[in-house]
């Protein structure tokens, strides 16, 4: 359960730049910013801040994509 969490996270970091880490949280199930921190780390090996820095998502095209995985992704 924490996986599809973080993985939803990371949707909603690239797809939603205008929320706020902590908006991201919550809509993941999360109890905090700290706590989506805590696990995203642990999962993905690096912070949502970072994770959302590191994405030229519209840059290369994958912005498109990431609708797609999102309509499979629920």
Same mark, same amino acid.
Request: aromatic share 12%.
């Given at each position: 359960? *924490?996986? %599809? ?13 205008? $929320?706020s880490i902590s908006e991201v949280a919550l809509e993941c199930g999360f109890s905090?910013?700290?706590? *989506?921190? %805590? ?13 959302? $820095? ?21």
């Amino acid at each position: 359960v *924490l996986q %599809q969490r973080v993985e939803f996270a990371k949707r909603l970091l690239l797809k939603q730049p205008e $929320k706020s880490i902590s908006e991201v949280a919550l809509e993941c199930g999360f109890s905090s910013q700290s706590q *989506l921190t %805590q696990h995203f780390r642990k999962l993905a090996g690096t912070t949502p801040r970072i994770f959302r $820095k590191s994405w030229p998502v519209r840059e290369y095209g994958l912005w498109n994509n990431l609708k797609e995985i999102d309509n499979s992704f629920w």
